[in-house]
């Protein structure tokens, strides 16, 4: 990353540019284009979040979006209460409105940021993040931001993340970085490839999954599992 984390664009930008880009986030098929095997990782969590919690009545979605994840959950397990949480307003009423279509519990929306908002503690039998926790900025926005998913889990519940990750070692990354440029470049060519770089420069802050990993353990979860890696994209679940 060239620029450093207290240039990084605000909450306030992020959330403008999410305003008006809602019909990208709202194909099940291919997820987000710009995220390697988008529709795999929502197959997976989709379908590992219900064997794991069984159970689950209460589902939580962080940076929902259109709101892809939960509706993939719910068509695993009719029912589910959903609590949607996204800084765009378009967003959560374009998750809603497709909610509303399917099999649901009670459907609550909640705009902002997640670690500000009074949200119930040991609520949530699962809890999804998907292409959000790279907006997390410091050490101590890490450290916050899994403190209070932590906190918001039922004892047993699993939190599911899928993301993009950096890397430890610097040779690492950069092989892993020139498959994405590739793949990029592949969907639209090499202007397309320099676009999303220069987006991801500003607004993203990734860490790399090891970081995350021991983060997670340090907050209390007791047991991790990765279930998928590919470049510089991956998902994993952790459970309380």
């Known amino acids: 990353m060239k620029t450093p984390l207290e240039k990084k664009s605000s909450t306030q930008t992020i959330q403008e540019r999410f305003d008006n880009d809602v019909e990208r986030f709202s194909n099940l098929d291919t997820g987000q284009q710009a995220v390697i095997d988008a529709p795999l990782m929502l197959d997976l969590i989709s379908a590992l979040s219900i064997q ?23 068509r695993e397990k009719a029912g589910l209460n959903c609590d949607l949480v996204d800084l765009s307003l378009p967003m959560l009423e374009r998750a809603e409105e497709r909610l ?60 599911f993340v899928s993301d993009m990750f950096f890397h430890e070692d610097a040779v690492v990354h950069q092989v892993m970085w020139d498959r994405y440029g590739a793949y990029l470049s592949s969907l639209g060519g090499d202007e397309y490839r320099q676009k999303v770089f220069d987006y ?5 802050s990734p860490r790399d999954l090891t970081y995350q990993i021991e983060l997670l353990r340090k907050v209390g979860f007791r047991k991790i599992d990765v279930l998928h890696k590919n470049s510089c994209f991956g998902a994993y679940v952790a459970i309380k």
Request: glycine share 10%.
């Open 52 to 74: 794991i919690v069984p159970h689950a009545q209460n589902i939580l979605d962080i940076g929902c979006g259109a709101g892809n994840n939960t509706i993939k959950i719910v």
């Open 100 to 159: 509303r279509q399917e099999e649901t519990g009670a459907i609550r929306t909640f705009q902002g940021d997640f670690r500000s908002l009074d949200l119930p503690d040991d609520h949530y039998h699962l809890i999804v993040a998907a292409a959000v926790l790279h907006h997390l900025r410091d050490d101590q926005d890490w450290l916050d931001g899994f403190t209070k998913i932590y906190d918001l889990l039922k004892p047993g519940g699993a939190l």
């Open 200 to 204: 991801i420069d500003y607004e993203d």
